[in-house]
Protein backbone atom coordinates (compact mmCIF):
# COMPACT_ATOMS: atom_id res chain seq x y z
CA UNK A 1 0.00 0.00 0.00
CA UNK A 2 0.80 3.43 0.10
CA UNK A 3 3.46 4.96 2.75
CA UNK A 4 5.25 7.79 3.27
CA UNK A 5 8.96 7.84 5.83
CA UNK A 6 10.58 10.48 6.71
CA UNK A 7 13.96 10.77 9.05
CA UNK A 8 13.60 10.63 12.73
CA UNK A 9 14.32 13.65 14.71
CA UNK A 10 15.06 15.51 16.21
CA UNK A 11 17.14 17.60 13.81
CA UNK A 12 18.58 20.54 15.99
CA UNK A 13 20.56 23.50 14.33
CA UNK A 14 21.69 26.58 14.59
CA UNK A 15 20.09 30.00 13.08
CA UNK A 16 20.69 30.44 9.56
CA UNK A 17 22.07 26.55 8.96
CA UNK A 18 20.94 25.28 6.17
CA UNK A 19 17.92 22.53 6.61
CA UNK A 20 17.11 19.59 4.89
CA UNK A 21 14.54 17.45 5.88
CA UNK A 22 14.13 12.93 3.74
CA UNK A 23 10.84 11.80 2.74
CA UNK A 24 10.61 9.34 0.72
CA UNK A 25 6.89 8.08 -0.25
CA UNK A 26 5.74 4.55 -2.54
CA UNK A 27 2.40 4.54 -3.73
CA UNK A 28 1.03 3.35 -6.95
CA UNK A 29 0.32 6.09 -9.76
CA UNK A 30 0.86 9.83 -9.28
CA UNK A 31 0.29 10.76 -6.20
CA UNK A 32 0.17 14.40 -5.27
CA UNK A 33 2.80 15.68 -2.69
CA UNK A 34 2.69 18.28 0.74
CA UNK A 35 4.79 19.42 3.32
CA UNK A 36 2.61 20.06 6.83
CA UNK A 37 4.06 22.19 9.67
CA UNK A 38 2.62 22.15 13.13
CA UNK A 39 4.10 24.62 15.23
CA UNK A 40 3.27 24.07 19.11
CA UNK A 41 -0.13 24.48 20.78
CA UNK A 42 -1.68 25.09 16.61
CA UNK A 43 -3.12 22.68 13.93
CA UNK A 44 -1.25 20.94 11.00
CA UNK A 45 -0.65 24.13 8.32
CA UNK A 46 -0.25 23.91 4.28
CA UNK A 47 3.43 24.62 4.22
CA UNK A 48 3.95 23.71 0.24
CA UNK A 49 2.43 20.80 -2.29
CA UNK A 50 4.06 19.58 -5.43
CA UNK A 51 1.08 17.70 -7.63
CA UNK A 52 3.57 15.83 -10.47
CA UNK A 53 6.80 14.72 -11.23
CA UNK A 54 9.74 17.77 -11.33
CA UNK A 55 7.29 20.75 -9.86
CA UNK A 56 8.43 22.17 -7.02
CA UNK A 57 7.00 23.83 -4.37
CA UNK A 58 7.65 26.57 -2.21
CA UNK A 59 6.85 28.48 0.66
CA UNK A 60 8.40 31.03 3.47
CA UNK A 61 11.72 30.11 1.94
CA UNK A 62 11.13 26.37 2.05
CA UNK A 63 10.81 24.32 -1.16
CA UNK A 64 10.82 20.59 -2.13
CA UNK A 65 11.11 19.08 -5.23
CA UNK A 66 8.58 16.07 -6.60
CA UNK A 67 11.23 13.32 -7.88
CA UNK A 68 9.58 10.30 -9.49
CA UNK A 69 12.65 8.84 -9.97
CA UNK A 70 13.66 8.77 -6.57
CA UNK A 71 9.91 8.51 -5.42
CA UNK A 72 11.50 11.62 -3.13
CA UNK A 73 10.41 15.47 -1.58
CA UNK A 74 13.12 16.27 0.65
CA UNK A 75 12.36 19.50 2.09
CA UNK A 76 14.93 22.16 1.94
CA UNK A 77 15.62 25.43 3.46
CA UNK A 78 18.92 27.60 2.91
CA UNK A 79 19.07 29.54 6.27
CA UNK A 80 16.67 28.27 9.30
CA UNK A 81 15.31 30.72 11.63
CA UNK A 82 14.73 29.84 15.35
CA UNK A 83 10.88 31.25 14.11
CA UNK A 84 10.69 27.59 11.79
CA UNK A 85 10.98 25.49 15.33
CA UNK A 86 8.18 23.20 14.70
CA UNK A 87 7.22 19.38 13.67
CA UNK A 88 7.25 18.79 9.96
CA UNK A 89 5.08 16.16 8.36
CA UNK A 90 5.21 14.69 5.11
CA UNK A 91 2.21 13.77 3.11
CA UNK A 92 0.91 12.35 0.09
CA UNK A 93 -2.83 12.11 -1.29
CA UNK A 94 -3.77 9.65 -3.65
CA UNK A 95 -7.67 9.85 -4.82
CA UNK A 96 -10.28 8.60 -7.07
CA UNK A 97 -13.87 10.24 -6.61
CA UNK A 98 -12.53 13.33 -4.90
CA UNK A 99 -11.95 11.20 -2.08
CA UNK A 100 -8.24 12.49 -1.50
CA UNK A 101 -7.03 10.89 1.96
CA UNK A 102 -3.61 11.83 3.57
CA UNK A 103 -1.35 9.30 4.11
CA UNK A 104 1.19 11.00 6.66
CA UNK A 105 4.81 10.62 7.37
CA UNK A 106 5.98 9.52 11.37
CA UNK A 107 6.85 13.71 11.65
CA UNK A 108 10.17 15.38 12.03
CA UNK A 109 10.91 17.74 14.93
CA UNK A 110 12.57 20.74 14.02
CA UNK A 111 14.56 22.64 16.88
CA UNK A 112 16.49 25.80 15.78
CA UNK A 113 19.02 27.30 18.23
CA UNK A 114 19.88 30.88 17.98
CA UNK B 1 -6.45 31.29 6.44
CA UNK B 2 -9.18 28.94 6.94
CA UNK B 3 -9.67 27.99 10.78
CA UNK B 4 -10.37 24.75 12.13
CA UNK B 5 -11.39 24.36 15.95
CA UNK B 6 -11.39 21.34 18.37
CA UNK B 7 -13.30 20.84 22.04
CA UNK B 8 -11.99 20.24 24.46
CA UNK B 9 -7.70 20.87 23.88
CA UNK B 10 -7.43 18.11 26.49
CA UNK B 11 -10.15 15.46 28.13
CA UNK B 12 -8.89 13.12 31.06
CA UNK B 13 -11.69 10.52 31.69
CA UNK B 14 -12.39 7.38 33.68
CA UNK B 15 -12.60 4.20 32.30
CA UNK B 16 -15.77 3.02 31.27
CA UNK B 17 -17.13 6.61 30.29
CA UNK B 18 -17.77 8.16 26.97
CA UNK B 19 -16.19 11.50 25.50
CA UNK B 20 -17.64 13.62 23.01
CA UNK B 21 -14.72 15.65 21.02
CA UNK B 22 -15.64 18.44 18.28
CA UNK B 23 -14.41 20.27 15.49
CA UNK B 24 -16.12 23.20 13.88
CA UNK B 25 -14.86 24.85 10.65
CA UNK B 26 -14.98 28.58 11.78
CA UNK B 27 -14.97 30.70 8.46
CA UNK B 28 -15.94 28.13 5.36
CA UNK B 29 -18.54 25.14 5.23
CA UNK B 30 -17.01 21.75 5.23
CA UNK B 31 -18.63 19.17 3.18
CA UNK B 32 -15.76 16.46 4.21
CA UNK B 33 -14.11 16.36 7.75
CA UNK B 34 -11.28 14.11 8.36
CA UNK B 35 -10.80 12.59 11.99
CA UNK B 36 -7.17 11.26 12.62
CA UNK B 37 -5.37 9.59 16.07
CA UNK B 38 -1.64 9.94 16.49
CA UNK B 39 0.04 8.14 18.32
CA UNK B 40 3.63 8.98 20.40
CA UNK B 41 6.53 9.15 17.51
CA UNK B 42 3.69 7.83 14.76
CA UNK B 43 2.12 9.18 12.22
CA UNK B 44 -1.75 10.25 11.73
CA UNK B 45 -3.35 7.80 11.04
CA UNK B 46 -6.91 8.23 9.25
CA UNK B 47 -10.07 7.07 11.23
CA UNK B 48 -12.95 8.02 8.95
CA UNK B 49 -14.25 10.40 7.10
CA UNK B 50 -17.37 11.53 7.13
CA UNK B 51 -19.76 13.92 5.15
CA UNK B 52 -22.31 16.08 6.02
CA UNK B 53 -25.46 14.19 6.15
CA UNK B 54 -24.62 10.53 5.85
CA UNK B 55 -22.85 8.33 7.71
CA UNK B 56 -18.96 8.49 7.82
CA UNK B 57 -16.90 6.20 6.46
CA UNK B 58 -14.62 3.92 8.75
CA UNK B 59 -10.93 2.93 7.86
CA UNK B 60 -10.26 -0.51 8.05
CA UNK B 61 -9.59 -1.80 11.72
CA UNK B 62 -11.46 1.20 13.59
CA UNK B 63 -14.55 -0.11 15.21
CA UNK B 64 -17.52 2.07 14.15
CA UNK B 65 -19.61 1.72 17.27
CA UNK B 66 -16.34 2.27 19.37
CA UNK B 67 -15.93 5.93 17.95
CA UNK B 68 -19.17 7.64 16.86
CA UNK B 69 -18.90 10.35 14.07
CA UNK B 70 -21.82 12.93 12.96
CA UNK B 71 -21.72 15.51 10.69
CA UNK B 72 -24.76 17.16 11.27
CA UNK B 73 -23.96 20.86 9.52
CA UNK B 74 -21.45 22.33 6.94
CA UNK B 75 -19.32 23.31 9.69
CA UNK B 76 -19.35 20.78 12.77
CA UNK B 77 -18.39 17.32 13.03
CA UNK B 78 -18.41 15.33 16.20
CA UNK B 79 -16.53 12.02 17.41
CA UNK B 80 -17.53 10.33 20.52
CA UNK B 81 -15.39 7.37 21.94
CA UNK B 82 -17.94 5.28 24.09
CA UNK B 83 -16.82 2.93 26.68
CA UNK B 84 -13.24 4.49 26.89
CA UNK B 85 -10.22 2.51 27.92
CA UNK B 86 -6.92 3.68 28.58
CA UNK B 87 -5.77 1.97 25.31
CA UNK B 88 -8.00 4.55 23.52
CA UNK B 89 -6.05 7.31 25.58
CA UNK B 90 -4.18 9.33 22.46
CA UNK B 91 -4.20 12.74 20.09
CA UNK B 92 -7.15 12.83 18.17
CA UNK B 93 -7.03 15.47 15.15
CA UNK B 94 -9.65 16.64 13.14
CA UNK B 95 -9.41 18.34 9.56
CA UNK B 96 -11.90 19.83 7.35
CA UNK B 97 -11.81 20.32 3.57
CA UNK B 98 -13.27 23.36 2.07
CA UNK B 99 -15.54 22.25 -0.62
CA UNK B 100 -14.06 23.62 -3.52
CA UNK B 101 -10.68 23.42 -2.85
CA UNK B 102 -10.43 19.11 -3.58
CA UNK B 103 -7.02 18.53 -1.94
CA UNK B 104 -6.07 20.63 0.43
CA UNK B 105 -7.62 20.26 4.10
CA UNK B 106 -7.03 22.47 7.35
CA UNK B 107 -6.82 21.04 10.88
CA UNK B 108 -7.37 21.48 14.25
CA UNK B 109 -5.17 21.64 17.16
CA UNK B 110 -5.69 18.33 18.39
CA UNK B 111 -7.47 16.58 21.38
CA UNK B 112 -4.98 14.98 23.88
CA UNK B 113 -7.67 12.18 25.13
CA UNK B 114 -6.05 9.86 28.56
CA UNK B 115 -8.04 7.43 29.78
CA UNK B 116 -7.67 6.61 33.50
Known amino acids: GNSVTQMEGPVTLSEEAFLTINCTYT??????LFWYVQYPGEGLQLLLKATKADDKGSNKGFEATYRKETTSFHLEKGSVQVSDSAVYFC?????????????FGTGTRLKVLA | GAVVSQHPSRVICKSGTSVKIECRSLDFQATTMFWYRQFPKKSLMLMATSNEGSKATYEQGVEKDKFLINHASLTLSTLTVTSAHPEDSSFYICSARDGGRKETQYFGPGTRLLVL
Open chain 1, 27 to 32: ATGYPS
Open chain 1, 91 to 103: ALTQGTSGTYKYI
